[in-house]
């Protein structure tokens, strides 16, 4: 069965911490993995990843994919309250379906 | 619009009766998407669409489930016979083309409650 897994479940940091969200995954004819922030309803999208071991860049946030291990990982540097939200990993297969995981809600306190 | 909309943003029903879940998407977007969000949980795929044809339907939990996007823009979720356990909130997305290379950009959702 597909499935992607996110660790940790939860976390609460203070401002100007750094974060690692974790994304494992077992998906039948992988394609692509990305990321999502969620803060309210809609997930709004963050990176989309497809190679191994290219990082991915936007600002304070980065990811990078691990194809061999079937993870990725999302870092968070110097976090602000505004990164308060619940962060989805979600894996894209060949029958262009995309899988999610359960999400990390991470909580930034001032 | 610039996004995606949902209509309504909220939708409490009774159980055993009927809805309608409405997703305008992106305009010029090939492929639509809809999932189902449990309270602490990921979205859950249920059906996508390529034009007006859904490619594939295989998320749908039963057969009260029913989706169409006859024009190939606007698509209606449809559910018969609620029961207690539909309560979630209906996530659609939709992108330019289908496939697992294309960012998917989501609309608000619908938060549906059956009492």
């Known amino acids: 069965e597909d499935k992607v897994v996110q660790s940790p479940l939860s976390l609460v940091v203070h401002e100007g911490d750094t974060v690692t969200l974790n994304c494992s995954y077992e998906?039948?004819?992988?394609?692509?993995l990305l990321w999502y922030k969620q803060e309210k309803k809609a997930p709004t999208f963050l990176f989309m990843l497809?190679?191994?071991?290219i990082e991915k860049k936007s600002g304070r946030l980065s990811s990078i994919l691990d194809k061999k291990e079937l993870f990725s990982i999302l870092n968070i540097t110097a976090t602000q309250t505004g990164d308060s939200a619940v962060y989805l990993c979600?894996?894209?297969?060949?029958?262009?379906?995309?899988?999610f995981g359960t999400g990390t809600s991470l909580t930034v306190i001032p | 619009g610039a996004g995606v909309s949902q209509t309504p943003s909220n939708k409490v029903t009774e159980k055993g009766k009927y809805v309608e879940l409405r997703c305008d998407p992106i305009?010029?977007?090939?492929?639509l998407y809809w999932y189902r969000q449990s309270l602490g949980q990921g979205p859950e795929f249920l059906i996508y669409?390529?034009?007006?044809?859904?490619?594939?339907d295989s998320g749908l939990p039963n057969d009260r489930f029913f989706a169409v996007r006859p024009e190939g823009s606007v698509s209606t979720l449809k559910i018969q016979r609620t029961e207690r356990g539909d309560s979630a909130v209906y996530l659609c997305?939709?992108?330019?083309?289908?496939?697992?290379?294309?960012?998917?950009?989501f609309g608000p959702g619908t938060r549906l409650t059956v009492l």
């Open positions: 997305a939709s992108s330019l083309l289908a496939g697992s290379y294309n960012e998917q950009f």
């Open positions: 998906v039948t004819n992988f394609r692509s």
């Open positions: 497809t190679s191994s071991g």
């Open positions: 979600a894996v894209g297969s060949a029958g262009n379906q995309f899988y």
């Open positions: 305009s010029g977007h090939t492929a």
């Open positions: 669409f390529q034009g007006t044809g859904a490619a594939d």
